[in-house]
């Protein structure tokens, strides 16, 4: 799964999902050479701040973050921010369909289905679309999202089935998302970094290491 010369391709609705979810096995294929993409869907500020100029600084933002993971490119969908309700489920596809043709991932990582925000929800979705039997992709995996999944109510749960060791990644992760000034809160928020090394810890200690990162397979072709 790492350093096999792998094309990786994560998906996130917002900018910071992708490191919130997967930023230490972001770093850990990046440092075994594995070729890591980040797909952000959404311009991720219009419905939460009233400032369009926010739109390049979360790019900016993005971006920081994508040099300290390491990631190779940073590709932007630009769907309206919180409002994938209301765009065509088709749309959505189409932008993780083209992403996916141009960069033929191996793995992708996308968000669970279990998540209070909806953008995630819809943005799983069309990851399965995109990433269907015959498309190429070997593995996808689900993430949680920290101050979305854990406050879904408990029907069909995040349950991890693969842990990733972030030991030696996990500061990584932290500098990563630290890139994002208008994301961070203070703890106990779940977006801090306090909180964030506390679940890394948790997910570590269920897994037999000093830090972990937790993902659901959705499907695995071997």
């Known amino acids: 799964m790492f350093g096999n010369n792998n094309t990786v391709l994560v998906i996130g609705a917002h900018p910071d999902d992708e490191v919130l979810g997967a930023g230490g096995a972001i770093a850990k294929h990046a ?6 993409h980040v797909l ?3 311009e991720g500020t219009t419905a939460q701040y009233d400032d369009e100029g926010l739109i390049e600084q979360k790019r900016a933002d993005a971006q920081a973050c994508a040099d300290v993971l390491g990631v190779k490119k940073t590709h932007f969908g630009d769907l309206p ?9 088709v749309d959505i596809n189409a932008i993780i369909e083209d992403v996916c043709a141009n960069v033929e991932p191996d793995i992708v990582y996308t968000h669970s289905r279990r998540e209070v925000n909806r953008d995630h929800v819809a943005v799983h979705d069309s990851t399965l679309v995109a990433t269907r039997p015959g ?3 070997e593995m996808v995996l689900s993430y949680e999202t ?3 999944t854990e406050y879904a109510p408990e029907t069909t749960g ?3 089935t693969l842990f990733v060791d972030i030991a030696d990644h996990l500061d990584t992760k932290i500098n990563g998302f630290e890139c994002y000034d208008t994301e961070t809160r203070e703890y106990p928020h779940p977006r801090s970094a306090r909180a964030l090394r506390a679940l890394a810890r948790t997910r570590g200690a269920a897994s037999n290491s000093a830090a972990a990162e937790a993902f659901d397979v959705v499907r695995m072709l071997r």
């Open 158 to 160: 995040f349950e991890p």
């Open 146 to 148: 920290p101050s979305s």
């Open 31 to 36: 440092m075994t050479d594995d070729d890591v």
């Open 81 to 89: 921010d919180m409002r994938l309700d209301t765009v065509p489920h």
């Open 40 to 42: 952000i869907v959404t």
């Open 135 to 137: 498309s190429g992709v």
